[in-house]
């Protein structure tokens, strides 16, 4: 059997909202100036929105340029926001702070982002675009050094890499532009940022891990458009991170956490600390009527203006949160995420009349020049700022958003997550609540929510640069953090009676997050992607 090849005039990695809006922007206008554009979407869970998580709350602006008519045309916007609240959580109390402007939510809608990413794949559909699920893209293709395709990864491979009856060959496939939207830490992202040193000339991405619940509450507890943030506990002062709540649907609530993964004590396991969460006496009578019926967990990008690396390289762009364009006081990226989709589009299309794959250096500044600029410049310094503590962070934010509005004479920087871990003989241990099974779950029972699909005689797709350094570094001077950030399991350390140690890769396991990726202190775990198809089946996360 041998490999078949496809040729597109622009190949889009990922069917998330960036890579669905650039594909609908390419179609539209291939059809307003009567020039016909093949285009391909590669998705590399089982169907659109199966990889998709987000808490979410949506700025519809983009899609406003994108669909003008998408009220019309039954777009899953369905719950208006009618209420924010911010607020201050202590071990037993709560206190109600002032909304920050950026956090203000009238004219946005809560939604299931993996519901808007399937309609907007319906409609790219009903423009003639080409969408691939289960094409899980393993490889950048090149040719005299330019980013010709990209290869689809083979399936039917065993673990110890012989083919299996169920072999099937992968497939090249060839264009005169790429667009990299694989989301947040995409790992042919991370091969571009070295092969052409994209990130030379900015600071390195910052990133959190978030966690999120889906639940059914009951009626006379759900307030529909209710949407809530807090901050503090149970983190410390010098610990990012905060809840939110999102009310939507019928009796439907989004409960979520997100942890810094700058954060420095080893110890630190951001799944109890959201269990933990939950114990609140403002949280845990939301939820003890409730039914738990979904969760996930994913990275996302931190870093923000300063960190966005260089956008284009010779053959194709970055866009979405492939690139990093969250605006972290808002907590929102989707909007923007579309946005940069767009502009990637109408940046590339007159170029497109060309046989040769091109370098299209005008997005950057496109996208540069554009409202994604002016919010992310505007609020470059909030999230650094908050490696401070929180109540410098919080007064930093306030003196940013209400005397400088953004613009202050500076320009605070990041650093990378997985140096900021301290060593464990240099942190205090902490021992997190047992479970409740009503309100509080054990980790296993969770994952078994995600719907995850994995056949465990692949190869490994978790891959370790030197396995002794899981034992002579991580375990032996961090205590083994990866079995503590990982939300899903699949990390253990397995003791044997000579005392000697082993990592287990439980790769069944994973469901994407890429926080193993980002946080391991020595940088030697490195995720790839398995058999297109596998991971989670998320729903409505």
Known sequence: ?????????????????????????????????????????????????????????????????????????????????????????????????????????????????????????????????????????????????????????????????????????????????????????????????????????????????????LWEIPENLHRSGQVTHSVGWPLTNKTYGGSFAYHFEKNLLAIGFVVGLDYQNPYLNPYEEFQKFKMHPSIYPLLMQGTRIGYGARALNEGGWQSIPKLSFPGGLLIGCAAGFLNVPKIKGIHTAMKSGMIAAESVFSSLKNTSVFECSTYEKNLKDSWIGEELYQARNIRPAMRWGLWSGLAYAALDTYIFRGRAPWTLHNHADYKQLQLASHSKKIIYPKHDNKVTFDLMSSVFLTNSIHDENQVCHLKLKNPATAILVNYQKYASPETRYCPAGVYEITSFENGNHQLQINAANCIQCKACDIKDPTQNIVWTPPEGGCGPQYGMM
Request: hydrophobic share 40%.
């Open 1 to 213: 059997m041998t490999r078949e090849a496809l040729e597109f005039d622009v190949v889009i990695v990922g069917a998330g909202p960036s890579g669905l809006s650039a594909a609908i922007r390419l179609a539209q206008l291939g059809i307003s100036e009567n020039q016909p554009i093949s285009i391909c979407v590669l998705e590399k869970g089982a169907e659109v929105g199966a990889h998709i998580l987000s808490g979410a709350v949506f700025e519809p602006r983009a899609l406003d340029e994108l669909i003008p008519e998408w009220k019309t045309k039954n777009a899953p916007l369905l719950t208006p926001v009618t209420m924010d609240q911010f607020l201050l959580l202590t071990e037993k109390k709560s206190y109600q702070l002032p909304t920050p402007p950026q956090m203000h939510n009238a004219g946005n809608y809560i939604i299931s982002l993996g519901k808007l990413c399937r309609w907007l794949a319906e409609y790219a559909e009903s423009l003639g675009i080409n969408i691939f699920p289960t094409f899980a893209a393993t490889e950048i293709l090149y040719e005299n050094n330019q980013a010709r395709g990209v290869a689809i990864g083979e399936k039917g491979i065993d673990k110890f890499g012989n083919k299996t009856l169920l072999y099937q060959p992968g497939i090249d496939i060839f264009s005169k532009q790429i667009f990299i939207a694989e989301g947040c830490r995409g790992s042919l992202a991370e091969t571009l940022f070295e092969r052409f040193d994209l990130r030379k000339e900015c600071d390195p991405q910052t990133y959190g891990i978030g966690i999120k619940e």
